[in-house]
């Protein structure tokens, strides 16, 4: 009772101010216009004239002379008509009245002369614009004033309404998604379809004693299809559906936040059984207290609210927490554990056999050339997410019209996936020193690729510029089971570091030591990193299987504050050794083998200033003529030739 008084005690002094507000404006209004309405009528006579008028003086001499007939007069326009005598055709001509003034002499000279006197009275135009204008100042005064009371009652209402939650609702959610529309994901599919189960059918599961999840969170790189399988559920489900981002919870006004989910679950409450789907929860569920100087005050409130609602003292039967992140990391521990989210499901990157069922989904309504083949497509993409290999058709389709081509061919796929990993096509480079070192640059790399046997095999080179800076690359067709395992071995690593370099080496051995250049920056970052995890994590050189550092996951300000190394400075040098002994001696072979092979560097460096692109295997074909490729495993490099570092 006592807050429904306040409220009306805050409409109403919302509304006074409101009319007084209205009030001020209409007057001020009201005098401008009532200062501008007076002072029209003076500038219509001013501006009133007749080039056959008479003046006041030339009337009266005129009647003196007995040359004036007849007079009217208009007191309302303020004239008179005077007839003068001795005209065929007599005509009227005005005189200019003295306003205010009832002009006697006049009057007097008329009478004296027997000049016929009438007055007749005109119909007072500045009266009726008089009306007009009052009557439209008056509408536009009322309109104002409704106006700022309608925006004053609406302002008040929303005061009322900040702790209001902002979720989407649906009784039904018809997002016109499926699981059959969903691809690539097939176990998170199957662990979602559970959830949709137990909505639809909770007796066989309750049967058994199983509870009902409370809530599931995705997890997965941008771009997998978290929210795509949220929308999947709501349109396999048939519950009523809520769906809100994280950050909409939080807000500049303290309590805010929590006040939005205790509404949130007490509108699910009331239409369990249903979902309440939260993307990017990591806006408002990170880790309390984290970071140097703590967290901050509002988002701890809505997380620990947040954390009450979904299992607390009272339960939330029937109600489904969906929420999803790619930042599983920053997320708060209470958050995580059982009871709040008991399943956490991976929507990781999709493999060959995802991508393949994405593309088929995704190319439902491309029209493809009998030519294009998707498993192709979908061994050439390792690595794509989702979103990426839509974009990727969407890319395709779009350089279909531009070509005003009739269907989408390889060619546009392939275009396409070189401009959505490399950038887009600029203009080619003219014949010039530039464009020549960039050729060597590219096919030190392509030829390193090809003759080294743990190397992945050589997709395409080219010099073909694109877009931030790249003037050509080499690209490699990388072998999918260990991207996808993760289980990189020694020998691919050592060779992952000797391509790199290839760029280096070759412009040294054709150009010299002086005409190097900065090109394979990028590349020596590369090795710099392959070569030192190599040495303190995997375990994979003199020092011996010890994980000297782990990976930087602390992502919060201060959270490894005052943490130190765990090994001393004799080891930490040694460390450097080791990654610089790699890196010198995997440098050390890309120029041999380079050296090795001039005359092949040479024709196909004058090959590809040619074609400027040269695809892997017509690339392998050349090499094949003059070299014998690789076929059985070297063994280990670096334990027949050290490089001793002083």
């Not at 978290?226 to 999947?232: G, I, Y």
Request: proline share 3%.
């Amino acid at each position: 009772m006592k807050q429904a008084e306040n409220n009306r005690s805050v409409r109403s002094r919302y509304q006074a101010r409101a009319v007084g507000l209205a009030t001020g404006t209409a007057t001020a209004l009201w005098l401008l216009l009532q200062s501008t309405v007076g002072s029209l009528p003076a500038v219509a006579q001013a501006t009133s004239s007749n080039a056959d008028a008479l003046t006041y003086s030339e009337l009266l001499k005129k009647i003196e002379a007995g040359q004036v007939s007849r007079i009217e007069l208009d007191p309302a326009r303020g004239v008179a008509d005077v007839q003068v005598k001795g005209e065929p055709a007599p005509a009227k001509q005005e005189v200019t009245l003295f306003s205010g003034d009832l002009n006697p002499e006049l009057i007097e000279a008329a009478r004296k002369n027997n000049v016929v006197l009438d007055v007749q009275r005109s119909t007072d135009g500045n009266a009726v614009a008089w009306l007009i204008m009052h009557g439209l100042i008056v509408f536009v005064l009322i309109m104002v004033l409704l106006s700022v009371i309608r925006r004053s009652t609406n302002s008040s209402g929303q005061a009322m309404n900040f702790g209001k939650s902002k979720a989407r609702f649906q009784m039904e959610a018809k997002t016109g998604v499926l699981f059959d529309d969903v691809a690539g994901i097939e176990e998170a599919k199957e662990e979602l379809q559970e959830v949709v189960t137990f909505l639809k059918k909770p007796e066989r599961f309750t049967a058994i004693g199983a509870k009902i999840p409370k809530g599931v969170l995705l997890v997965g790189p941008p771009g997998t299809g978290k929210t795509l399988l949220a929308k999947a559920i709501a349109g396999e489900a048939g519950v009523p559906f809520f769906s809100i981002s994280g950050s909409e919870f939080v807000e500049m006004f303290v309590g805010v936040g929590a006040s939005r989910v205790r509404d949130l679950f007490k509108k699910a409450k009331e239409n369990a059984p249903c979902i309440i789907f939260i993307d990017e929860i990591d806006a408002v569920g990170r880790q309390r207290g984290t970071g140097i100087g703590g967290g901050n005050d509002e988002r701890e409130q809505t997380l620990n609210q947040l954390l009450t609602e979904m299992d607390g003292f009272e339960g939330n039967t029937g109600i489904i927490i969906i929420a999803a992140t790619n930042r599983p990391d920053v997320l708060d521990s209470a958050l995580l554990r059982p009871g709040r989210f008991d399943r956490q499901v991976m929507v990781d990157l999709p493999g060959y056999k995802g991508r393949l069922g994405i593309l088929t989904v995704h190319a439902r309504n491309k029209k493809l050339d009998s030519s294009v083949s998707l498993e192709v497509v979908a061994r050439r993409t390792p690595g794509f997410s989702g979103a990426e290999l839509a974009n990727m058709l969407n890319e395709a389709a779009i350089l279909t019209a531009r070509r005003r081509k009739e269907t989408i061919t390889m060619l546009e796929i392939d275009d396409a996936i070189d401009r959505v990993t490399t950038g887009m096509t600029l203009t080619p480079l003219l014949d010039s020193k530039k464009k020549r070192l960039i050729a060597y640059h590219e096919v030190g790399h392509a030829l390193l690729m090809t003759l080294l046997k743990n190397s992945d095999p050589l997709n395409k080179v080219t010099i073909i510029p694109r877009s931030g800076g790249i003037g050509g690359f080499a690209q490699q067709t990388f072998n999918e089971e260990m991207i996808d395992s993760g289980l990189y071995t020694r020998s691919w690593l050592l060779d992952r570091i000797t391509i790199a370099l290839g760029g280096r080496a070759a412009e040294q051995e054709v150009f010299g030591d002086a005409e190097i250049t900065i090109g394979a920056s990028n590349d020596i970052q590369v090795v710099a990193n392959l070569a030192r995890e190599m040495v303190t994590r995997y375990g994979m050189s003199e020092l011996g299987p010890l994980a000297l550092e782990s990976g930087n996951t602390e992502v919060f300000l201060g959270r490894d504050w005052g943490s130190r190394s765990e090994y001393s400075e004799e080891v930490a040098t040694r460390i450097d050794q080791q990654v610089r002994q790699i890196a010198m001696h995997c440098y050390s072979q890309a120029c041999q083998i380079l050296r090795e092979h001039r005359e092949l560097l040479d024709e196909m460096a004058d090959l590809l200033l040619d074609q400027e692109t040269i695809e892997g295997e017509h690339f392998r074909q050349i090499v094949a003529k003059h070299t014998e490729l690789p076929e059985k495993q070297l063994a280990d490099p670096l334990a027949a030739d050290r490089v001793s570092v002083s």
